[in-house]
T-cell receptor, first 113, second 115 residues
Framework: AAGVIQSPRHLIKEKRETATLKCYPI?????VYWYQQGPGQDPQFLIS???????DKGSIPDRFSAQQFSDYHSELNMSSLELGDSALYFC????????????FGEGSRLTVL | AQSVAQPEDQVNVAEGNPLTVKCTYS??????LFWYVQYPNRGLQFLLK??????LVKGSYGFEAEFNKSQTSFHLKKPSALVSDSALYFC?????????????FGTGTRLLVSP
């Protein structure tokens, strides 16, 4: 079965650079979520989209933005990168009316030097 | 706000012994509870969920969890641990208050199964 696809899997950037992460949800899933997991931390919710509209917002810095496109894939854009942005970024998808589980991708590891 | 707590940073158990990873929850309304497992540098894999129905929920890889409303707990259990079960385990609750249903995770418990 198709899973959530994230790219790139690994990314190395310098401070103050920008980075873009991509997420392709499971087909027919209408909701996408972005999470950030710092070293030794639990995943923290950043932002979610339902039917291409932002549906919820968590602890996402103002330097970050995200959107969901017409084909339902989503991109997380990060600017003015800081050392503290180094983390594993997960995307997850689900059907909104489903109270079941979220399906997670393998994550994108961002390292800021 | 919905939340879950995992009181143990690490649980150590010998292979073949039963294991329990604890989770307590705080929710308004009906709880939607989940367990996920994370192996090093990997994504979060779904293990099991409680939405409604039987208090004992069976999931993947021989894991089960018991929903206890009076104790507001949702402990993860396995009758006989394997070395390959060593991983990071997260309890989570689905925040349905806003209608947008994101998952809120606990702080995680590292399970170490020794041979």
């Amino acid at each position: 079965a198709a899973g959530v696809i994230q790219s790139p899997r690994h990314l190395i950037k310098e401070k103050r650079e920008t980075a873009t992460l991509k997420c392709y949800p499971i087909p027919r899933h209408d909701t996408v979520y972005w999470y950030q997991q710092g070293p030794g931390q639990d995943p923290q919710f950043l932002i979610s989209f339902y039917e291409k509209m932002q549906s919820d917002k968590g602890s996402i810095p103002d330097r970050f933005s995200a959107q969901q496109f017409s084909d339902y894939h989503s991109e997380l854009n990060m600017s003015s990168l800081e050392l503290g942005d180094s983390a594993l970024y997960f995307c997850a998808s689900s059907l909104r009316e489903n109270t079941g589980e979220l399906f997670f991708g393998e994550g994108s590891r961002l390292t800021v030097l | 706000a919905q939340s879950v707590a995992q009181p143990e940073d690490q649980v150590n158990v010998a292979e073949g012994n039963p294991l329990t990873v604890k989770c307590t929850y705080s929710v308004s309304g009906n709880p939607y509870l989940f367990w996920y497992v994370q192996y090093p540098n990997r994504g979060l894999q779904f293990l099991l969920k409680y939405i409604t129905g039987d208090n004992l929920v069976k999931g993947s890889y021989g894991f089960e969890a018991e929903f206890n409303k009076s104790q507001t707990s949702f402990h993860l259990k396995k009758p006989s641990a394997l070395v390959s079960d060593s991983a990071l385990y997260f309890c989570a609750v689905r925040d349905v208050n806003t209608g947008f249903q994101k998952l809120v995770f606990g702080t995680g418990t590292r399970l170490l199964v020794s041979p």
